[in-house]
């Protein structure tokens, strides 16, 4: 019936006599896809539409793709479509409609009863409409609808007479003025389903159709007097009225909390707004030959090429969300509509090959007539994602940049981990188990015992136990036990706090931040909600949403398939960008290079210092009285940190090695002053043990005169390293002759010493001529020659600003974001809970800075630091070093600012890959002028 | 004798039968300051001077001025300059001097030969020269001198045979012998003294001249054999050898600790390095008739114009400067020898004249004949230099511009406060009683009893003692102590610790970070090196230069001049630049109209909070658990904030007052977790007061929750005001209901309100609504319409760099420049004294960047700022209320980039006034070219 590639009039269509879609060949627009001037309403019908994909902003998503498929010929019931303009100018004004626009959409509607025949508010043949939102992408379930409209006490009567069908026009009318009353008044929809129970209870029916229509006249009664009392108004009976209230409620959805959370998760602005679509009623409610659909041109779950879908039989849209009835799955219609079905396959086919995408259809049957409501690009999983991009290149669909551009980065996470069934997860949530919300930290999930502390966490997990440490916060102590243990939970800390941080890197399951948990570290219980938690029980900790679940949810293995493979290989072809990891241990590296890592970009050597062997010895170096002790202390770490070193070069077989000397204040390495103070308070107020009280008090004059008001911007870093040069010495030495080591063994070895916090040229200068001196000592000493190459970190807003002269010693850079994003925005990243959920609520700052890059503000630093290092030395190379190595967005601004590389965790490296390819095909489109 | 205006050839001069400094008419140059072609040795002689004070740079200050005398035909030993080139080619070479130098140095010493008609090591007329160091600004006693060079075994017995005086001719080889000991081979001078004080003695003779040449002869051999055992080589017998090692000794002290020290603390680049010149010596101490002296046009003290000197007869230099024998006042020169002094009268005229400015004077007289050995700016106090700036100006001798170059700016401050007698103070060490010295934090002078709590100091005040604070370190709580205290002293905490800002801010004095001083608050001592001072012993502090000297040291009052008033109004005339002071309180209002602010740039409202009467009622809102109990405690507040709003707008009386909305952390109003923490260990372990325990618990809980890992970087500023509205609405509040009572009274009222800490535009547009809605409000209940401004401070780099977008919404910017330079440099104020008095000293930075602003990193943000700001809103008001508003460097840079003011203490604003109007002049002339 539907004409391939041809219009087909509505006219040509054999409507029902029953329900009247009469369209005449009405109106000839002009061609093009914009009408002649500009205006606030769009019609479509009869094969023909101002408007199409292309106006996509301005008709929003369903609004164009209707306007498409209206001019493929596809059948789409008719209507119009109210513009964003109209939108932002009810923004601007305060929430006023702009003047022109009512004239407007009356016109349409005018229109809209010449193509059908039909009249709003009209006493023989009414018109009905459905009121859609429609904003530029897809926001499912944020924004309303209202269906049926134009129906009042006259026109349900017409309805009835004309369709011959009472009961139809009854249960019309009532699922409008509920919808109506929750959409446009405010009202609870709870108050009207209410009373439709009580009457099915009355009646011992079981489904909405076996209530008779004398039962329905009575609840329509009932309905309105609700709307009266709730709404302090009668229900409008004048149904341009209704109409009016309608766009305007759509308008107003856009301003529900809801919709602004959704927005503010999805970075979408808020000043796009949203469209409207008025569009003739059709019904899948008028029997057993009516029904509604949705379907996927591919399986969305898989990705495999499968017609998938659902369908119900004599129902409209609205049952199917509901959830009350079952869908059969659509190859069901092929039996009971062999027409339909096939007609539906055809249309499929054929927008599949025109928007060449995986494509996601509503329809309706309204008496054996197939209609198409909406068509999108349909959402899949990441492994869909992955194996439609692979499919539709072999089928010649798309091409490489096409495919490549097809897979949001950040979901190759899902392919390489753990996932919860999310259907289990969604039974537990609604079986009341979600004990808490956090932060989502690192994006994985993890099942496991509780435990409390980190000797626990290791015990356990040795015997074969799957664990989640839950703390206040961590430190560094707590290393070996977030190792051990599969999930991180902490009640403290933002998403770069201590746990967040070395959970990514661990590329474990964490969520801190969850501020509502009370955790009793001594009692070895966390109570949340008057619910007590204790060592032992089983919790779900969702890393991707921050969700906290009792007891077990369902995990899902993770496939990795061959298509993500080839699909990696492509991503690597197509970028110039390099992706390195950030990685401590030989472990980690190898991890690394199997993921695709071309380098280390940061090895933190301070994490080799927490071993539980060697922070005595640390300890001993940081209290030691004089230089004399201190260098006998360091001497007796040196053998270790070489021995590190050279387990990460012969992993890295000659790939570039970053090592950034010490970084963190030396208090970091020893215990916590009032841990102490307490201990020594108690002892002295006891007056027993007076050994470990001056013990203690010796200890304490230690710590105390290290302590700093704010260690962030204290003696750390490059500040370290020249107020206690043999520390670094130490550090480089230890480099040198691993590398002199694995050199002489393999001759690969491609190490990069790295200064950390440098803010002065003089700092600059004076580690660059130490480093160089051990280096090349060490060279001399052992004979072998090592190319070595010394640069810094830029993470000190000033670096950036004199990177002119930085530059002159340095032979490369690396931003570490972290630090830098702290200094440039003055937020301590350990104390930045206290207001950035606050700032993220109000939309004050559009993500955490710590997780996607400022590009305005931080980002113009790097901007600054990279076009005034490369002024003074052209080659240098440049990465990035700090959290935002592995996220998307970030990628793209690094790669569009001529990084040399990203670093980022070796999990994460996948999505860089991808992203980093992503920036240039983006930039290759952008500079040939296309639109995407 | 001399003959004004022209030149006089040395040869006219009678120069006596005895010592042969027989000049010649030698040689003659071409004219012009630069001899033909660049090269090391610059001659002068005989009323001509290669080169003249416009080769400052080069020939260095001692060595240019020496020039421009010979080329004035004032009397001057001949000789030659060794450039500033040739020390720079040693210091390039890793300390060899240039090839080309020696063949020009014995070029010079020819001609030398030549004028003078006497041989260095002529066994007859021997030569015998100076060897002085020079560098571009006078270092006056860090670098090095040798005398009498050309002496030897030989020599020694020529020069007895010519000049007829056995004891003079050994006595100069003595001299040459300990100096050449001393500064050329590193041979304490003690072990030369020791000698010679054992033979006088052994004679009874008491002074030098008493030693018979007999005993000299055998002191030489004795000194001789001290060389030899200490240096391991016998003393260089070769007067060209001498002059070598002598000029390379001169060369390397510039590298000397002491030198070094010098530069760091003035400002003085390593680069510049050292001249040399070698000069043929004159005698003072050749018997009554000849002597030493040195000399001022005007009185150095008060700058009054009478001449100002003193004279050693029969003696050279170095006794003057070693203080053995008591000079006579210059003027007794006119009983002795008549002549000389009218000539030097008349040469002292001509100087000034020629020079514009006073001289300070070196000069020698031999056998009643004179020499000018040096000329220079004389070293004068800061009342002096305002004095001779006025009074040249009113002589006619020099212009406004000029006269207001004349004063250091910073040296106003001498002029405002009680200075210490130095001679007193110089005694005081001498006795043994430097204390200690910490960092000089507030530049005052102050004398009192010692306290240790600021109750204490409270009361003694009242009491009408005079107290000096002394904590480990000061608190919030600490501050009315502070007030009533007359100096601060703490043995933590840098330059822009608490205590130091604070006590600046108050304009007391203030000694800091004097880190040798246990402070034991508990037992109301302190210790230093073994030492006690018990509460109420008196001790001195002397905030310009850190010492803390133990007893009373005599305070000289200061003379408030009608000239400096004078001064400081042509200052008004000559700048742009606007001069506003930091104020909390009416009292400090008041007294910064007095020293000339035009308006307050920043008043602190958090320093209202401390106010005994108020802290319980801040507690009280911070501790609230609602809304509600917070708006009961703001409600509290607000009449307290009103008032002292009042109180300031009425002191400023129509000029503008910036009010910065509370910027810390509220845990700064809460005590120290420690503390409590402390208190409540001790209770627990003891199970006493469960009572206080419970209470201590429920603190420790808010105070814990508050606590911030970097409180610098938290939640604070209008962080702080945007997730707690009802705060800043409050101030808002207190702030508009005090300009609408002031204007209904007066009429007069300029309200700033400022935002603090903003870093996003979202910060800015929220508070900026919220403040212009209350203070609309309160202009419409009150009646009176005030006009006002919203603004905000810049002091997070990210402001800075997006300052486009903060000026859409701000009126005006104040630059915060304490934040700014911790979070640029990545410093925190209060840490950063464990590691930048090591920079400093390393000259890894030139300048404590929280005292003089960073012009590179810090300034390079505020030109970034002020250019995108004001291409938002050109119009845009910039000021700057930082620590540095009363630094002159940084005033100068506050002019450049065309600020609107800066603010600064009270105390601070003549300073500012005056560096204002010198960096407008300096501006000027330099953009006409002229040389400096």
């Known amino acids: 019936m539907v004409r391939q590639g041809g219009a087909t009039a509505w006219a040509e269509f054999d409507f029902p006599a029953r329900y009247p879609i ?19 309403v769009y019609f479509f019908a009869d094969g023909k539409a101002e408007g199409s994909s292309r106006l996509r902003s301005l008709l929003g998503g369903k609004g164009c793709e209707i306007a498409e498929m209206t001019n493929l010929g596809i059948p789409v019931p008719p209507g119009f479509t109210i513009t964003t303009e109209a939108w932002a100018e009810y923004d601007r004004t305060g929430h006023r409609a702009p003047e022109a626009l009512w004239p407007e959409v009356l016109d349409g509607i005018a229109r809209l009863e010449g193509v059908t025949g039909a009249k709003l508010g009209g006493a023989s043949r009414p018109l009905l409409v459905s009121v859609r939102s429609g904003a530029r992408v897809s926001m499912p379930g944020m924004m309303e609808t209202v269906l049926n409209l134009g129906l009042n006490d006259v026109t349900v009567e017409a309805l009835a007479a004309w369709t011959g069908n009472e009961r139809f026009a009854l249960d019309c009318y009532r699922r409008f003025i509920t919808m109506f009353g929750d959409v446009v008044l405010g009202i609870e929809r709870r108050d009207f389903d209410e009373r439709l129970d009580a009457v099915k209870r009355h009646l011992g029916a079981r489904t909405d159709p076996e209530v008779p229509p004398a039962e329905l006249r009575k609840l329509i009664q009932g309905y309105k007097a609700v709307v009266a009392e709730r709404a302090g108004r009668p229900f409008p009976q004048d149904p341009p009225e209704q109409l009016r209230l309608a766009i305007t409620a759509v308008f107003d959805s856009w301003y529900a909390k809801r919709a602004v959370e959704y927005r503010r998760i999805h970075g979408i602005p808020a000043d796009w707004g949203t469209a409207v679509t008025v569009m003739s009623m059709v019904f899948g409610n008028l029997g057993e030959t009516s029904g509604t659909g949705v379907a996927f041109t591919r399986d969305p779950g898989t990705g495999e090429r499968r017609f998938y879908g659902e369908f119900l039989v004599n129902a409209q849209g609205e049952d199917v969300v509901a959830g009350i009835r079952t869908p059969e799955p659509i190859t069901a219609l092929r039996e009971s509509m062999p027409g339909v079905y096939d007609e539906l396959v055809a249309i499929k086919e054929r927008l599949e090959v025109h928007y060449r995408d995986m494509q996601d259809l509503e329809f309706t049957v309204q008496e054996g007539k197939l209609f198409l409501l909406q068509t999108r690009s349909g959402k899949r999983t990441a492994a869909a ?29 899902d392919l390489l981990h753990d996932v919860f069934d999310e259907s289990d997860k969604a039974a537990a949530i609604a079986d009341g188990r979600l ?8 994006p994985r999930a993890a099942v496991g015992q509780v435990v409390f502390d980190a000797d626990r966490a290791v015990e356990w997990a040795k015997g074969g136990k799957r664990v989640i440490l839950v703390r206040a916060e961590t430190s560094p102590e707590d290393v070996a036990g977030m190792w051990a243990a599969d999930g991180i939970l902490t009640s403290r800390g ?3 706090s201590h746990a967040a941080v070395v959970a990514r890197g661990m590329g474990k399951c964490g969520v801190v931040g969850a501020g509502d948990i009370a955790v009793d570290e001594e009692r070895h219980v966390f109570e949340v909600g008057g619910f007590v938690v204790r060592e032992g029980d089983k919790i779900s900790v969702d890393g991707h949403t921050g969700e906290v679940v009792r007891d077990e949810v369902k995990l899902i293995e993770p496939s990795i398939s061959g298509e993500l493979e080839e699909f990696l290989g492509w991503a690597d072809a197509a970028r110039i960008l390099g992706v390195r990891a950030n990685a401590d241990t030989p472990e980690d590296a190898r991890k690394a290079r199997e993921l695709g890592a071309e380098g280390i970009g940061l090895v933190r050597t301070e994490h080799m210092f927490f071993d539980k062997e060697r922070i005595p010895i640390v300890r001993a170096m940081i209290m030691a009285a004089d230089k004399k002790s201190r260098a006998e202390a360091l001497a007796q770490l040196l053998p270790f940190q070489r021995d590190d070193f050279v387990g990460i070069f012969r992993a890295m077989d000659g790939l570039p090695v970053t090592i950034r000397l010490l970084d963190p204040p030396l208090h970091e390495f020893l ?6 103070l307490e201990e020594y308070v108690r002892l002295d107020a006891r007056g027993i043990n007076p050994d470990r009280a001056d013990e203690l008090k010796r200890e304490m004059a230690t710590v105390g005169a290290l302590q700093e008001a704010n260690p962030m911007l204290g003696h750390r870093g490059c500040r370290l390293g020249v107020t206690f040069p043999e520390i670094y010495e130490m550090q480089v030495r230890a480099i040198m002759e691993a590398a002199c080591e694995v ?14 916090l440098t803010g002065t040229v003089g700092e600059m200068t004076l580690t660059h001529a130490m480093a160089r001196r051990v280096a090349d000592a060490v060279i001399a000493e052992t004979g072998v020659t090592v190319g070595y190459s010394i640069g810094t970190m830029i993470e000190v807003p000033r670096a950036a600003l004199i990177a002119d002269q930085i530059a002159r010693y340095a032979e490369f850079f690396s931003f570490g974001t972290n630090d830098l994003t702290q200094m440039t925005f003055g937020y301590s990243r350990d104390d930045v809970g206290k207001f950035l959920p606050y700032y993220l609520d109000k939309g004050l700052v559009p993500h955490d800075p710590f997780s996607v890059l400022d590009q305005e503000g931080v980002g113009e630093l790097i901007r600054i630091g990279i076009e005034r290092g490369r002024r003074t030395r052209p080659e240098l190379k440049i990465g990035i070093c700090g959290e935002h190595g592995g996220e998307p967005e970030s990628v793209e601004f690094c790669h569009r600012v001529r990084m040399s590389y990203v670093s980022c965790s070796p999990f994460m490296i996948p999505i860089a890959r991808l992203a980093a390819a992503q920036a240039l095909i983006k930039e290759r489109k952008a500079s040939r002028g296309d639109k995407r």
Chains 1, 2 share one sequence.
């Open 743 to 756: 050199a002489r063994a393999s001759g690969h070895v491609e190490p990069e010493i790295m200064i950390p």
């Open 385 to 413: 994602a992955v194996r439609v991009a692979v499919e539709m290149l072999h089928e010649g669909l798309i091409d490489q940049d096409t495919a490549l551009l097809r897979v949001e980065p950040a979901r190759l996470n």
């Open 494 to 496: 933002g998403l770069t």
């Open 671 to 676: 215990p916590r002053y009032t841990e102490l």
């Open 435 to 442: 004990l808490a919300k956090g932060l989502p930290a690192a």
């Open 22 to 40: 009469v369209f005449k060949d009405f109106f000839r627009f002009t061609d093009g896809d914009r009408a002649p001037m500009a205006r606030y």
